[in-house]
């Protein structure tokens, strides 16, 4: 996620903004820039792709900037690949105000094209730099009214910040969507920022921006307005957090903090995407995997390593179900060397968070070798897999911290719902009501995790009866059969106990003999073609004295009524289930971690990318 900082006050804001924007690393990024009101009332930048002292040393070398009034930036690439152009902020035609935001505008493609028709001479690639041409545009005397006459024209999740030499005395914000922004209260001084860690060594006194919402800072002070321009109330709060887990806004561990950002993992990776009608648009994105090419596709490779293989599992599902046609599950260190039949009529979609994956990296350049069309559904912007595929699908989860992988896990399976849809309308599969019904249940998703997060403190107790065991089977068929197998990878990542994730159906064909009190069986028997098969297991599980928990949908009395320990899940599309099904295994495997003590974030032997073979 990209980071915002901005400073007004007597002293230069330059030191205090790069400071802040290094409190802010953490939320990945790969370009930064800064721009300030000088002393002559000159609005000046310095912009450098690649890491803060980049751009440290491009100010302390070539481009020294001084002023009392700043905004900075650290970006996390969505549009427009990492570049010194493409680095925040972005100017107007004139150079008389300067724009920096998080998050995606969604309209930008036509807003771009409009404003070019008006003569706006554009410098990059970004969606951010239409806002800078439109505060311009409706310009009149009032940047506030500029401002939102702006914003009434974007569609998106956003957090923008505005400085302009028309008002040097104030800097603007704006919120729309997850994007956080919180001021800080100085003396006769304004710090701005995307998280509380950036502002903690400067005050304690904090007052949030929520959604649909405006803020003018200045050295007098700060007043928060709706997008009407009404006045809102806002009380001041002293916080209480060191930075550490200011960072983790609070949350105890990253793993948990990304846990319970999935919902908006699921909103950003859909937005922009999924439209009112059920029209899937990402055909704009994906280069040169047109319709054409997919036309021409008679088979699909999916590869991936871990997390990220189990995630392509869940769109084999929906590939086969949707588009009704042949796809093949290809471990990545096992594609490599296990003589592959790919060709030219092969898709191979590659799943990966990082992008770096050795394995990963590697069977997309043997499948490239072999004719194959690639795709691939990845959370980094740039990244060695992005270069190498056709076309990439972007997850749009944000940095993920926590070794252990979970909101890109579920941003992964969401995009792959997102494209079977599009291939099942390419091929001519399923009936146009049924993408309709899936496309719809997709904007459900958010919803639906934000419920079984709200079942974190039931899962806990769940976990404190478990933290003993010394082995757990998961069990799953069908769509959940690759949720069993995330659930096990989970818990043995980061609790270190053994843990098998098993399609049900082939219990009786060995996994049964392992039953006794002491390995607990974990079953995922929500609402589905194979509910009553998986039934059937839990209760051959309970005639051997296995403890059993299930996951469940909300109100299923004949699951409760046979297992131990119920994780329960609203219902939705069993296509679409995994994603949900998949969050109190989560939250299983995290708190027996938390009660062990275990690393959570640094699971011993682990690393977040594996880059060796
Ligand atoms: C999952 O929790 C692990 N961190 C690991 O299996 C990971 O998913 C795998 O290494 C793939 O990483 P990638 O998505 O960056 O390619």
Redesign the pocket.
Same mark, same amino acid.
């Given at each position: 996620m990209c980071g915002i900082v901005g400073y007004i006050g007597q002293k230069d804001s330059v030191p205090i903004i790069l400071d802040a924007l290094q409190r802010l690393e953490y939320r990945g990024y790969d370009s930064a820039g800064i721009a300030v009101i000088d002393d002559r009332g000159v609005l000046c930048d310095s912009k450098a792709e690649g890491k803060l002292a980049r751009l440290a040393e491009r100010l302390r070398d070539g481009d020294p900037l001084h002023g009392p009034v700043g905004i900075g930036h650290t970006r996390w690439a969505t549009h427009g690949r990492p570049s010194d152009m493409n680095a925040h902020p972005h100017m107007d035609c004139n150079g008389r105000l300067a724009v920096v935001h998080n998050g995606i505008i969604e309209n930008y493609a036509a807003l771009r094209a409009r404003l070019l028709e008006l003569g706006h001479i554009f410098r990059s690639e970004t969606d951010t730099e239409v806002l800078a041409h439109l505060i311009e545009m409706h310009f009149n005397g009032d940047l506030e009214e500029a401002l939102r006459k702006t914003l009434r024209d974007v569609r998106g999740a956003y957090a923008i910040g505005v400085i302009s030499t028309d008002d040097p005395r104030h800097l603007l914000f704006a919120r729309n969507g997850a994007s956080p922004l919180v001021l800080g209260i100085g003396e006769g001084e304004m710090y701005v920022a995307s998280d509380t860690p950036a502002i903690l060594p400067y005050t304690r006194k904090e007052v949030i921006v929520e959604e649909g919402e405006i803020a003018v800072v200045g050295r007098e002070g700060w007043r928060i307005t709706d997008y009407e321009g009404q006045p809102i109330d806002r009380d001041v709060v002293q916080i209480l957090w060191d930075a550490r887990s200011a960072e983790k806004s609070g949350f105890k561990h990253f793993m948990l903090k990304e846990i319970f950002e999935q919902p908006n993992a699921i909103k950003e990776t859909l937005a922009g995407r999924v439209h009112e009608n059920g029209d899937i648009r990402i055909f704009e994105e994906l280069d040169t995997v047109d319709e054409a090419r997919l036309r021409s596709v008679r088979q699909i490779s999916i590869t991936?390593? @871990? +997390?990220?293989y189990y995630a392509g599992m869940v769109g084999m599902y929906l590939l086969r179900s949707l588009a009704r046609i042949p796809v093949a599950m290809e471990l990545a260190s096992e594609f490599r060397y296990g003589d592959p039949v790919v060709d030219a009529s092969t898709l191979v979609i590659a799943?990966?968070?990082? @992008?770096? +994956?050795a394995d +990963?990296v590697e069977a997309v350049r043997i499948a490239r070798q072999a004719g194959s069309t690639i795709l691939g559904v990845c959370n980094v912007l740039g990244s060695h897999l992005t270069r190498l595929a056709d076309g990439t699908l972007y997850t749009r989860g944000g940095p993920e911290v926590g070794?252990?992988?979970t909101k890109?896990y579920v941003s992964q399976a969401t995009a792959l719902a997102l494209f079977a849809q599009v291939l099942a309308r390419v091929r001519g599969e399923s009936s146009e009501e049924r993408l309709r019904e899936i496309a719809l249940s997709m904007r459900l998703l958010p919803a639906a995790v934000d419920v079984v997060l709200n079942t974190s403190d039931e899962i806990r107790k769940v976990a404190q009866r478990y933290c003993e065991m010394r082995s757990a089977l998961f069990i799953g068929r069908y769509a959940n059969f690759p949720t069993a197998l995330e659930g096990a990878?989970?818990l043995k990542?980061i609790s270190y106990i053994h843990a098998e994730g098993y399609a049900a159906g082939e219990m009786k064909h060995g996994p049964i003999a392992l039953l006794d009190r002491s390995t607990p069986i974990i079953g995922i028997v929500t609402e589905d073609r194979v509910r009553e098969k998986m039934l059937s297991n839990i209760m051959e599980s309970k005639a051997r004295e296995a403890p059993v928990i299930v996951v469940a949908n909300r109100g299923d009395d004949e699951a409760a009524s046979i297992a131990d320990h119920v994780f329960w899940v609203p219902k939705i599309d069993e296509l679409l289930a995994p994603i949900v099904n998949v969050i109190p295994l989560q939250l299983f495997a995290y708190h027996i971690a938390d009660i062990e003590g275990k690393d959570v974030d640094q699971p011993r032997n682990?690393a977040?990318?594996?880059t060796v073979e």
């Open positions: 991936g390593c @871990g +997390t990220a799943m990966s968070q990082s @992008g770096e +994956t +990963t070794v252990a992988a890109t990878l989970k990542e682990l977040k990318t594996v």
